[in-house]
């Protein structure tokens, strides 16, 4: 029956333009010159189309035709069913860029029948100063209006490294140059408008011109404040013009979102996951590290952000680096460690830690001293670091328990976190995250250290126990050390399955984790904690000591 509507409906375009071609160049939306469109439609089938209309970024007229001709690599998006049109506009004065994608909408809408598109699936998407003119037809109806259309004849706004607020973080250097002469005699400003039913998606690159990601996510966050819907998104790895690219295999997380968004190919449901988490994370953590700010005012210092913190920070939140990218990275805030110990209760030679995963870890206090710690609680004038985290999602509580039903979302949050500004020793710089997810009352000190407790521990093991794989950080043996968990990432709650005694695994399950790690950290879905080989058969033999001596107690 498809097919049959198809051959009908191609005879009867035979001689119109709807058969010339599936794309239609220098199409006119208005009387001057410039005022002309390129339409590419996807191949024909029985469902009409729906239709981006694209306003290429440019600065308003400094880099016009590079970036219109960046936005023409739509294949992609075409292949998976989209039709899209890509707009000149007047460069200014302002409103003039506004007005013309305004008028340009009207046209296609009105023309929706003749070139098979879908009139409620029109999408407006700017790219950079195009963004702008997106953003603010989003914002002021009245340019909508004057061409015959309402908000609701907008299916949704997306944004690609848009400029959103003229007086934003984005202005600077030759930005403000561009703002400045664009609009020299206008200042426009757009109120957001609550209780309107508009969807947004707001898109930038990690590595995007200065400010750029910050005026995104400012944006972002005033719509959300407003009650609109609202995606907002980092996409890892691209940059200004990257981001531009629709059909470039290293945007794929862009392309993506936006085929997601238009309805027309769902996302992968790992990504949606990865989005879903990252949404949580952007517009409402569950956890925050600002007490450590009311408990600690006088205590807390700035320090100057120098690459041995960068690659401190980057190692800990791994490739989600980009969470941080409307970050200048100039400043980080922290307690020094010396300072800290003098208003904990007690006294012992030893620094303990104990975050929110219940991970604990005693640091030798004197050794630690010598390295100047301090304890990470700001990154320029962000003060909650929960915000910024690593999300995952486990096959299994167990390895051996085989799950029905998935399991929630969890995730490492930085929180407040244990730096060296002194290059440390390798036995005080830690395999696993016992220095990060720290909370003020994380904090307290010991007269002992786990390990005491062990006179009969192989010297082998010591760094197994410890600071390689942190067995006693998550883990309990002869009833020493602790049982650590996953944090959800809703609502920043316990979720179990991390740690058992090790004499509570059954022995076949213990020998699998000592000896085939990867094989159960793949049952699991998580990164292998992998032991030295030489300690494998000591570690295997002293917990199945332990668990025969409790078994005949």
Known sequence: MARLFLVLWMLLCAGSACAQSEHFLDLPYGPQGVQRLNLYLPAPTHKPAPLLIYAPGGFWGALDDRFFNLADASSKLRLQGAAIAIVRTRPTPWPAPAQDLAAATAMLKGAARRYRIDPKRIFLLGHSSGGFAVSHLALDAQLLHRVGLTITDIAGFVTLSGLHDLAGPARQGRVAEFIETAFRNTRPAAKVPSQQRSRFLILAGERDLDGFVRDAQDFALKLQRAGLKVIYQTVANANHQIIANLSAEDNFLARELLLDFIGVEPMSEALR?????????????????????????????????????????????QEHRYQLAALPLKTYHAIPVAELIKTLPGQGDWFVTRNLRNENYYWPLKALLEYDPV????????????????????????????????????????????H????????????????????????????????????????????????????????????????????????????????????????????????????????VGVVANLIPEAAREPLFELVNKSRVKRRNK
Not at 287 to 314: C, H, T
Not at 455 to 477: Q, Y
Not at 487 to 506: H, T, V
């Open 375 to 418: 304890i990470v609680v700001g990154i320029d004038d962000e003060k909650n670091l929960f915000r910024f985290g690593v999300p995952y999602r486990n096959k299994r509580e167990f390895s051996w328990v085989e799950r029905k039903k998935p399991l929630p979302s969890v995730y490492r949050g930085l929180g407040g976190m244990l």
């Open 420 to 523: 060296f500004r002194k290059p440390p020793p390798r036995h005080l710089v830690l395999r696993f995250s016992a220095d990060m997810s720290l909370l003020p009352e994380s904090f307290s000190l010991a007269e002992r250290a786990p390990l005491q407790a062990f006179p009969d521990l192989p010297e082998e093991l010591m760094p197994v126990m410890t600071h390689e794989n942190g067995c006693l950080s998550c883990h309990m043996l002869r009833g020493v050390g602790s049982l650590a968990h996953h944090n959800r990432i809703d609502d920043g709650g316990k979720q179990g399955g991390l740690a058992l005694p090790l004499e509570d695994y059954p022995p076949e399950v213990w020998h699998r984790f000592v000896f085939q790690q990867q094989v159960a950290a793949n049952l």
């Open 273 to 317: 996951l990865l989005v879903e988490a990252d949404q949580r994370l952007f517009f409402k953590p569950a956890l925050s590290s600002e007490s450590f700010w009311g408990k600690f005012p006088g205590a807390i210092r700035p320090y100057p952000v120098d690459e041995r913190f960068q690659q401190f920070l980057f190692a800990h939140i």
